[in-house]
């Protein structure tokens, strides 16, 4: 009896030991991880709506769509356009993925913030040879990913062995425009 109480406590002062070094290894990198994952978003702005100077985010409201936030892109006092994160869902889970929408409702340009597709295949979604198959499409009609080349305005290449990934995507940039087309172009013009 006596053993299995020293065993016992042992394995509690083992335990709160190891529990207070994670409680402070949590600490000390909270601060910094927060920092650099606003530094990662605001180049992303910066990527997708390059002629935007200054971003913010607006407060709008997003129940009926499956859009996780919305930023407003400023040129002095102009608006430029919008950046729209939503979160489809991949192959190997959820892709973070910001959409870059102009005022005249252009795509301007997406985003892979985080995925975890297979590398090698759909993690080659984050290749600028993908993701420049979005930048200039005017979508009337949502978009389809296509295997093969792409011949209308709506279509988008599959990345080869990667459709599902292609798919999630191109579903994600539906869902960003619709809201843009629903929401924000009925809105009109904000200020910075």
Known sequence: MKDILRMGFILFMITASAGLLLGGAYELTKNPIEHQNQKIREQALKEILPQAHTFRDIEESID???????????????????V??????????????????????????????????TPGLGANAENPTFSQRFVGKILQTPLAVVKGISEK????????????????????????????????QERGEISP
């Open 64 to 82: 009926d769509f499956p859009i996780e936030s919305v930023t407003a892109g400023f040129r002095e006092d102009d608006l430029i356009g919008y």
């Open 84 to 117: 729209i994160k939503v979160r489809p869902k991949g192959y190997g889970g959820p892709i973070d993925l910001m959409v870059g929408i102009s005022n005249e409702g252009v795509l301007q340009g997406i985003k892979i913030l985080k995925h975890g597709e």
């Open 153 to 184: 305005n709506h279509e988008i290449e599959a990345i080869t062995g990667a459709t599902i990934t292609s798919k999630a995507i191109a579903q994600g940039v539906n869902t960003a425009m619709e809201f843009y087309h629903s929401i924000l």
